[in-house]
Nanobody
Framework: QVQLVESGGGLVQAGGSLRLSCTAS????????MGWFRQAPGKEREFVAG????????YYTDSVKGRFTISRDNAKNTVYLQMNSLKPEDTAVYYC???????????????????WGHGTQVTVSS
């Protein structure tokens, strides 16, 4: 089993930055594609960014391209989401997720992921 814990959320003004971390325990996630998702009140969970097992390929939803960067440090069993130029519409609970398809491409579909963290709240004020 893999346990994922997100951290780094908080309240920030529009235009500010936050760096989210997702640290895994129980098993190494170094061979798994990883994703970040978010869910705002009253909305469905949406894909934000994904990264393949070695960090060589990254994927983003259009609304965060150029502002967010996903990365990973497999030695630390941790995945990051650097969020710059934050907007009020980025306000949501952010979740990280692991996909057990070893070596696979991170999917934008949340049903494809097997392990989830409990989320961290990001609030961007205008």
């Amino acid at each position: 089993q893999v346990q994922l814990v997100e951290s780094g959320g908080g309240l920030v003004q529009a235009g500010g930055s936050l760096r989210l971390s997702c640290t895994a325990s129980g098993r190494s996630i170094s061979i798994y594609p990883m994703g970040w998702f978010r869910q705002a009140p009253g909305k469905e969970r949406e894909f934000v960014a994904g990264i393949n097992w070695n960090g060589g390929s990254t994927y983003y939803t259009d609304s965060v391209k150029g502002r967010f960067t996903i990365s990973r440090d497999n030695a630390k069993n941790t995945v990051y989401l650097q969020m710059n130029s934050l907007k009020p519409e980025d306000t949501a609970v952010y979740y990280c997720a692991a996909d057990r398809r070893v070596g696979g491409t991170p999917s934008p579909t949340f049903e494809e992921y097997d392990y989830w963290g409990h989320g961290t709240q990001v609030t961007v004020s205008s």
